[in-house]
C-alpha cells in the first residue's frame, strides 16, 4: 500500500481550546464508524480512550504544542462498535490574534493501515453508515467539483448456494467475496455490507464515469475462479447497478434508489454483467472521442488563449501578482472554459503540450509586461499531476525561463494538494530542486482533502492557497470561517503566507482582513482578463 492511499484516508477532525469537537472529515467516519451528527459539539473524549481522570491533551503534548505548534505520537480511539483503534495522531495548534491556542486540528491514521484495510480486519460498515459516508462524499463532490460512483452489487443465485452449502458457511463465503472484492479497490474506496448478498462500493473522485465500469470488470474478474468452501468448490457471478454522482441522483438516497433498479435490470437479462442508471455514459465516450480530436487540431491552430486574474495584497490593495487561466477560443462553439477539456487532456496526455505552452506563454507575457514598466508581479502557473511527474519538468522550466528571460523568482508553480500527497518522498525530492532553482511554490485548493497537513512543515512551500469552496460561505457558516481561520493560524505558524480565491463581496474582504489573510484574489476585485485588460486594470490600481 503505498503512501497516497493512507494520507489520502486520513482521519481528520478539527477541536476548539477545550477539546470540543467542531468538524469531521467523511475518512474519521469510515475509520471510528461515528458520524458529524454523533460527535459535533461533543468532548473529543467520546472518540479518546483515556485512563480514569487523563484529560484530552497530555502535558507532554500540550508542552509540545506550546513550543513547536504541532505534535505526534500514538494514540487509542473508540470505534462506535466499541472495538478499539490504536493509531499515529499529529495534532497542531491554531492561534488566534492575540496569541493565544484556540484550535486544534488532529489527524489520524492506524499504522500502515487505510480505512479500508481497517474495515477488512474489523467490522464492514453496513447501509446505515455507508449512506452517511455517501452523505459526506457528495458534498466533498460537491465543493471539488468532481464526480463520484456508487456501485449497487447483488450476488446472483445466492439463495439456492446458501441452502445447498447452509447458513453457516454461506456467511463465510459472503465474508471470502468481500475480501476479494476489497482487494480489488483504492485506499479511499469503500466497500459496505446491505445486508443479505449485496454490497456497495463508493468510489469517490472519478476521473469520468467510465472509470466506475472499469472498477466493475474488475470486481466481476476476481471473482472468476472457484471458492473453496465446505468442502466444495463454488463460482459466483454479480450483477451490478452502476449510478454516478452528478446526473443520477441528488443525495444517498435517489443514488442507492437507482443502482438498485439497474442492479434489478441486469438480473432481468440474465445476471452477471453491469449497467449503468444513464444511457449518457455512451454519449459520454463519443463526446471525449470528439474533444480530443479538436483539442489536437487546437493546437496547431494555435485557439489557446492565457487569461490573468489579479492577486491583491490585502494591506496595500495593489496587484501583487496574477493566475494564469487557459481558455479555448473555439471557432464554433466560442470559449470553452477548462473544467470541459482539462481533464481529457490530462487523460489523453494532450495537458503534456498544452501544459509546456502554458508556462511559456505565461513567462514570456510577464517578462514584456516587466520590459513595458509593469514590474513587480509574480505570475502564478497552475502544474497538473501529468506534468509533476514529468521527469523533464526541471529542464523544460528552466530552458522556458532561459528563453523568455524571466527571473525563476517571478514565477510561482502552484500544486494541487492531491498532486503532492501522491508520492511523498519524490514530491519532497522535486519541490526541493524547484526551491532550489529559486521559484516560488504554493499548494493550491488546500483545505479540501486535509490529506497533507501532517507533512506541511516538510515541504518547501511558500505559500497555501485555500480553497473558493471554503470562502463562498465563510460569513454565514461558522463551520467555513472556523476551517478558514485554522487554515490561516497554521500558515503564519509555519511562516507562510495565505491566499484566499473566490472573493466576491466586501463582507468577505474584511473578514479575511481582520483574519490577517495577506492576499486575496476574486471577482470582487476583477474576473480573469485578456493580456491587454489585465495591463490597463495593473496600470490603474497601482498607479503606474
Not at 3 to 16: E, G, M
Not at 89 to 96: D, G, K, L, R
Amino acid at each position: 500500500m503505498n503512501s497516497a492511499h493512507v494520507s489520502d484516508s486520513a482521519a481528520v477532525l478539527l477541536t476548539d481550546s477545550n477539546s470540543t469537537i467542531i468538524r469531521i472529515n467523511p475518512a474519521f467516519t469510515a475509520l471510528t464508524g461515528f458520524t458529524a451528527d454523533d460527535v459535533v459539539g461533543q468532548s473529543s473524549e467520546k472518540i479518546y480512550l483515556l485512563a480514569e481522570n487523563e484529560p484530552s491533551h497530555s502535558s507532554v503534548e500540550l508542552e509540545a504544542l506550546k513550543h513547536h505548534g504541532i505534535w505526534s505520537g500514538a494514540i487509542s480511539l473508540k470505534h462506535a462498535n466499541g472495538e478499539i483503534i490504536v493509531g499515529v495522531q499529529t495534532t497542531v495548534s491554531i492561534e488566534n490574534a492575540q496569541g493565544e491556542i484556540s484550535h486544534f486540528i488532529h489527524i489520524i491514521q492506524p499504522p500502515e493501515v487505510t480505512a479500508k484495510e481497517y474495515h477488512q480486519k474489523t467490522q464492514m460498515p453496513n447501509r446505515q453508515l455507508f449512506k452517511e459516508v455517501l452523505s459526506q462524499e457528495l458534498k466533498n463532490a460537491q465543493r471539488k467539483k468532481t464526480k463520484l460512483g456508487v456501485l449497487l452489487i447483488d450476488v446472483d443465485h445466492f439463495k439456492v448456494i446458501n441452502n445447498f452449502l447452509g447458513f453457516e458457511k454461506g456467511d463465510e463465503l459472503l465474508q471470502m467475496i468481500s475480501e476479494r472484492l476489497n482487494e480489488q479497490l483504492r485506499g479511499n474506496d469503500l466497500l459496505a455490507s446491505l445486508g443479505s448478498n449485496q454490497f456497495a462500493v463508493l468510489l469517490p473522485e472519478l476521473a469520468h464515469p467510465e472509470d466506475a465500469s472499469t472498477v466493475t470488470r474488475k470486481l466481476m474478474q476476481t471473482l472468476e475462479s472457484p471458492f473453496h468452501v465446505g468442502g466444495q468448490d463454488v463460482v459466483v457471478t454479480l450483477s451490478t447497478g452502476i449510478v454516478i454522482f452528478p446526473g443520477d441522483g441528488e443525495d444517498s438516497e435517489s443514488l442507492l434508489q437507482h443502482a438498485e433498479k439497474s442492479m434489478y435490470n441486469v438480473k432481468a437479462e440474465g445476471r452477471n454483467g453491469y449497467q449503468f442508471f444513464e444511457a449518457s455514459i455512451q454519449n459520454s465516450a463519443l463526446n471525449r472521442l470528439s474533444m480530443e480530436s479538436e483539442m489536437r487540431k487546437a493546437i496547431e491552430r494555435e485557439e489557446f488563449v492565457l487569461f490573468y486574474q489579479p492577486q491583491i495584497d490585502i494591506e496595500s490593495g495593489l496587484v501583487v501578482g496574477m493566475e494564469s487561466l487557459i481558455r479555448w477560443m473555439h471557432p464554433e462553439k466560442g470559449m470553452v472554459p477548462p473544467f470541459h477539456f482539462i481533464p481529457i487532456a490530462e487523460e489523453t496526455g494532450l495537458i503534456g503540450p498544452i501544459g509546456e505552452w502554458v508556462i511559456y506563454e505565461a513567462c514570456r507575457q510577464t517578462k514584456a509586461w516587466q520590459e513595458a514598466g509593469v514590474g513587480g508581479l509574480k505570475i502564478a502557473v497552475n502544474l497538473s499531476g501529468r506534468q509533476f511527474t514529468d521527469r523533464q519538468l526541471l529542464e523544460k522550466i528552466a530552458k522556458t525561463l532561459e528563453q523568455t528571460g524571466l527571473m525563476p523568482g517571478d514565477l510561482e508553480l502552484e500544486i494541487t494538494e492531491s498532486t503532492i500527497m501522491n508520492d511523498i518522498e519524490s514530491t519532497i525530492k522535486v519541490l526541493e530542486k524547484l526551491s532550489e532553482m529559486g521559484m516560488a511554490l504554493a499548494i493550491d485548493d488546500f483545505g479540501t482533502g486535509y490529506s497533507s497537513l501532517s507533512y506541511l512543515k516538510r515541504f518547501p512551500i511558500n505559500k497555501l492557497k485555500i480553497d473558493k469552496s471554503f470562502i463562498d460561505d465563510v460569513i454565514t457558516s461558522e463551520d467555513d470561517a472556523t476551517i478558514v481561520a485554522a487554515i490561516i493560524g497554521l500558515s503564519h505558524n509555519l511562516k507562510l503566507n495565505v491566499i484566499c480565491e473566490g472573493v466576491e463581496d466586501v463582507d468577505q474582504l474584511n473578514w479575511l482582513k481582520e483574519n490577517k489573510c495577506n492576499e486575496i484574489q476574486g471577482y470582487y476585485f476583477s474576473k480573469p482578463l485578456p493580456a491587454d485588460e489585465f495591463e490597463a486594470f495593473v496600470r490603474e490600481r497601482n498607479g503606474l
